[in-house]
């Protein structure tokens, strides 16, 4: 025998609210209608589950892109420096081109970091 309009204990011994379900992702009460858990922000619609998927960014030829609800953030890797074509520069000038290979060495490591 249960009389419906006495609320139900939770284990840590609050009340439930009258209408509500628990959330599969981290068992919070949650009303029956939600697209959206607000406590621990997973989608539990199937259909805004799915866009969601789909919308997610993949990284992919050596580039990845972020992007927010109206900015969309695209990084690249830089190109490595040919290490041989610049030695090989600096030999066939007779060490002329070895200041622009210090310069081209200085300015890679200052992209990295």
Known sequence: MTDESVPAIRPDGGALAAG????????EQ??????KCRHCGEILDAVMRK???VARPTAAGGAAAASS???TVVIRDRPRVNHAL?????????GLWI???ILVLIGSAM???
Do not use: M
């Open 111 to 113: 992209s990295r970091d």
């Open 51 to 53: 866009q969601q998927e």
């Open 86 to 94: 610049h030695i090989f520069l600096c030999f066939i000038t007779f």
């Open 69 to 71: 609800s109206s900015t």
């Open 20 to 27: 509500t379900i628990s959330c599969p992702f981290c068992a």
């Open 30 to 35: 949650i009303q029956p209608a939600a697209k």
């Open 99 to 101: 200041p622009i290979y």
